[in-house]
């Protein structure tokens, strides 16, 4: 069945937007849904909102509609804050769980904030801990029984290569090491089974494949049968178990609710809740093969038309995340012109040109029609011009 519904979505007239990856578009149910929480709820109940119109339940209400998509039951899963922070309080518990073992094992194909937050943190900690970043291709050999947690994103942003999460959080668990995943660019990419991997923690961003728009909340996804025993370093009243009882000493609530940390950002979860409405129906099966057919049909019409483009995304599409990238030597401008252009992509430095694959709004006939402008940008050398060569702040 397919599972393309452009109709849900508030695309600009013209564009091919290839760029799902980094920001999705907006569903056209978000603004109606925002400007209710808006006028409806807070200009209409102001405090009285928090009881009326539900707001303290939302990061766990959405937190469990994000879990449907990444295969975690009902109450493992709490939204709130950024993905960095998510990633800060997953590794700061596993690390707790692990006092005896120094090492936290990452990869290079990681994000780098990810990298940053757990460096900032062992170097916080002063505990002796160590963070080794290896190359992806030999994350199996170093999980070794020195590792007391290995934190990975499942899907490279770069190239979309993408690990297996089965494998490696088995060999994680064999040496006695927490697995946390960063889901990042898995969630509605990719179909997840997080409870059966049975890996300890879980973290993502909602605003890539999620659609929840700029800002919107990370989501946090802890094993339920540690959600009552893990120790939150980032100890906010929120994730207190009786916030409103005001104690002076911090008792963390019960389940992943702990892993709440301040007053929860309301018109952005309401914004993503409507988002996610785009998901009923949609069986992530039908969305990988999708996903996989528009992949295939973009790498063989931009490899046939532009021959000075080099893939950089795994060919196998079983290795692949869903999106495609091609190395360009002038991938920035090349980028800048598309863009011009209404084909939207994105760059990655040195040489990267990101292409994200979204069957819920994109169809075979938009992805040959981005192949056929790319290929008159990199043909007709349009992207050498002085507006596109010019870096912007956000690439
Ligand atoms: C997009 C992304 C982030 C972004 O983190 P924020 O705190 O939401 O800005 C972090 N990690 C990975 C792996 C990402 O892909």
């Not at 979505?9 to 907006?26: R, V, W």
């Not at 929480?37 to 102001?46: K, N, V």
């Not at 990061?59 to 998510?86: C, E, H, N, W, Y």
């Not at 196998?316 to 030597?329: I, K």
Request: glycine share 8%; net charge negative; charged share 20%.
């Amino acid at each position: 069945m397919s599972v393309l519904r452009k109709e849900m979505f508030d695309l600009p007239a013209g564009m091919i937007y290839l760029d799902g990856n980094s920001l999705g578009p907006l569903p056209r149910a978000v603004a109606a849904r925002v400007a209710q929480a808006i006028t409806g709820e807070w200009g209409a109940h102001l405090i009285k909102g928090w009881n009326v119109d539900g707001w303290m339940a939302l990061p766990s209400r959405v937190g469990d509609a994000v879990g449907q998509l990444i295969g975690a039951p009902a109450g493992s899963v709490v939204m709130g804050d950024t993905l960095s922070i998510k990633v800060y309080q997953a590794l700061s518990a596993a690390l707790q769980m692990r006092p005896d073992r120094k090492v936290v094992l990452s990869d290079n194909g990681n994000f780098p904030t990810d990298l940053y937050m757990a460096d900032g943190l062992i170097r916080h900690l002063s505990h002796g801990h160590r963070l080794d970043v290896v190359d992806p291709e030999v994350v199996m050999d170093a999980i070794t029984d020195e590792v007391a947690a290995v934190m990975l994103t499942q899907v490279d942003y770069r190239t979309g290569r993408m690990h297996d999460i089965a494998a490696i959080t088995a060999k994680a668990h064999a040496v006695g090491a927490v697995m946390i995943w960063d889901l990042a660019h898995s969630a509605g990419a990719v179909p997840v089974d997080i409870a059966g991997c049975h890996a300890e923690f879980a973290v993502g961003c909602t605003y890539k494949y999620l659609n929840g728009g700029p800002g919107a909340p990370a989501f946090i996804y802890v094993r339920p049968d540690l959600a009552d025993s893990v120790q939150p370093a980032l100890a906010g009243w929120l994730g207190h178990a009786a916030p409103f009882a005001f104690d002076l000493d911090y008792r963390p609530a019960p389940g992943v609710e702990r892993m709440r940390v301040g007053t929860p950002p309301v018109i952005q979860l309401a914004a993503l809740e409507a988002a996610l409405e785009v998901w009923e129906g949609v069986e992530m099966g039908a969305l990988r093969a999708a996903s996989i057919a528009l992949s295939e049909v973009f790498i063989r019409e931009v490899e046939a038309r532009c021959p000075e483009l080099t893939l950089a995304s795994p060919r196998d599409a079983s290795l692949r995340g869903s999106q495609v990238s091609f190395r360009f030597e002038h991938g920035y401008a090349a980028m800048q012109a598309l863009i011009a252009r209404d084909v939207i992509g994105d760059f990655r430095a040195p040489d990267t040109m990101r292409f994200g694959f979204t069957p819920l709004y994109l169809d075979e006939g938009d992805v040959v029609r981005a192949a056929e402008i790319i290929e008159e940008v990199i043909c007709g050398r349009l992207w050498h011009r002085p507006e596109y060569l010019a870096r912007q702040r956000v690439t």
